[in-house]
């Protein structure tokens, strides 16, 4: 029986297989861990990252029903789906840290010691060249990315690696296969930066500003 089967049968028993098409693709373009599937006419199309390849079964199979739920707009729970949030959710350690750029991590160490008591273990540290995503966490390479529209701000800069780093730190909350990273508690955290308020002004000013001049 293949993983696709025993995902679905296991998330839908009522629904008959035979009515849909699958194909599993492992794409090498993807950043590691990364997966998504596109749905028509009844055909599934799942394309996950080359990394997925030497994960469990088990752990395969609970990322294809969280996909899965997605496309059916269904909230449910499996035992596998559990076995994938926490594997995600320590995939961070096994990530090779050699991408550190040394002003990020100057923000970073800032924030640390200010926010965080100095003991969340430091990441990948890159830059990217967006402007409307100014920050970004990715669990399955342990790697912050900031935006360069921020170089020159060192308080904004500070304030969206605060937000990044509160993501690797509390990670992810999944009830009935709906996942959610900004939980109460994060919310809670993130307006102890100090004058949270202010900086979230400032972003929007630094992210309309950047998208006119681009």
Request: charged share 30%; with cysteine; aromatic share 12%.
């Amino acid at each position: 029986m293949s993983i696709i089967t025993d995902a679905f049968e296991d998330l839908f028993p009522e629904k008959n297989i035979e009515d849909f098409n699958f194909k599993i693709n492992y794409n090498g373009k993807f950043k590691p861990y990364n997966a998504n599937v596109k749905y028509t006419r009844n055909s599934f199309a799942f394309n996950l990252s080359k990394k997925w390849k030497n994960v469990s079964r088990e752990i395969q199979i609970g990322l294809l029903q969280e996909l899965l739920l997605k496309i059916f707009k269904t909230k449910k729970n499996t035992f596998n789906i559990d076995l994938y949030n926490n594997f995600m959710k320590k995939i961070y350690i096994a990530a090779p840290k050699t991408k550190i750029d040394s002003f990020l991590e100057e923000s970073f160490d800032r924030v640390n010691e200010k926010y965080f008591i100095g003991i969340v273990e430091k990441p990948n540290l890159i830059w990217h060249s967006s402007i409307r995503r100014l920050g970004s966490y990715e669990y399955g390479s342990d790697t912050i990315s900031i935006s360069r529209v921020l170089e020159n701000d060192l308080d904004a800069l500070d304030y969206v690696m605060h937000h990044e780093m509160l993501h690797k730190k509390l990670k992810f909350d999944n009830k009935n296969g709906s996942c959610r990273h900004h939980t109460k508690a994060f919310r809670e955290l993130e307006r102890k930066f100090e004058n949270s308020n202010e900086m979230e002004e400032r972003l929007k000013i630094i992210a309309g500003h950047g998208m006119r001049k681009r």
